[in-house]
């Protein structure tokens, strides 16, 4: 089991002073339109760096901009493009995982929306190269393609590539209304994930504790002490078996210090 947090520049630097040994970062801009740009010698350097640091694995996320579920043709069409190019820097910087949020349609229109995210995701893999495209379930929000197992799946079975992997997110799937506050809760959604086939389709978790209540269906990240999600739901998280091979990574808010600290906590509460 691997835990990091996500870093900005310098990302070897940053994982060590956490504590880390797994990170999540940014390839470009995460509030512009501007794809990823940088030198090829800049690439090799990082890409050199991150090699020698024995670190692992390394995902990037998506900028915030990209809906690959947008009704609007117009903002549709550059969310695939900046997709795809995001898709191809993490190939030149060797990067492991790409996140790319499970998105957005209007009101009503679930299946056109579903439709759209796929052909994006269909896209965006056929795009990679080296980086394995997760996509990340969201958090219960207005018009989401997937924020349950079953919209998951569902999302999963229209893509048809068995490349596309899953990011779980801790605050999204208790927003959602997922018990992960509790040991039955923990175990109920496992179930539903063996039922449907996906627990080899995880390939990273953003571990964040909610600012709100199981359900409430809010996207508000807390610090792991802290939070709705108390220790008993962490414990039983993180001592899941399938846990074992999965890397969990802090979106959570705080510095360096806190963030070590959050790291420091989550060893503390797995099993030995």
Not at 23 to 47: C, G, I, K, M, Y
Not at 133 to 151: D, N, P, Q
Not at 185 to 191: E, I, K, M, P, S
Request: neutral net charge; charged residues 25%; proline residues 5%.
């Amino acid at each position: 089991m691997r835990r990091g947090s996500h870093a900005a520049t310098g990302v070897v630097e940053e994982c060590r002073r956490r504590g880390a040994d797994c990170a999540q970062v940014f390839v470009s801009n995460p509030r512009a339109w501007a794809p990823p740009s940088f030198a090829d010698e800049t690439a090799a350097r990082f890409r050199q760096a991150w090699g020698a640091g024995g670190l692992g694995p390394l995902a990037a996320h998506a900028p915030y901009v990209v809906n690959i579920a947008s009704p609007n043709p117009g903002f549709l069409a550059r969310s695939r493009t900046l997709a795809r190019r995001t898709a191809q820097s993490c190939d030149r910087l060797g990067v492991d995982l790409l996140v790319v949020h499970a998105g957005a349609g209007g009101s009503g229109e679930s299946a056109g929306a579903r439709r759209r995210a796929a052909r994006t995701l269909r896209e965006t893999v056929a795009a990679a190269d080296r980086v394995r495209v997760l996509v990340e379930l969201m958090a219960g929000t207005r018009g989401a393609v997937a924020s349950t197992i079953a919209e998951a799946a569902a999302l999963l079975e229209e893509v048809d590539d068995d490349r596309l992997g899953i990011c779980l997110d801790t605050c999204h799937l208790f927003a959602t209304g997922y018990g992960l506050d509790t040991i039955d809760g923990v175990a109920t959604l496992f179930d539903e994930f063996g039922a449907r086939g996906l627990i080899e389709r995880v390939g990273l978790v953003h571990a964040n504790n909610s600012a709100f209540p199981r359900g409430e269906r809010r996207d508000r990240h807390a610090p792991i002490g802290e939070g709705a999600i108390g220790p008993e739901g962490w414990r039983a998280l993180l001592a899941r078996p399938e846990a074992a091979e999965w890397a969990f990574v802090l979106e959570t808010p705080g510095d360096v210090a806190s963030h070590a600290a959050q790291i420091a906590l989550l060893r503390s509460l797995a099993p030995a």
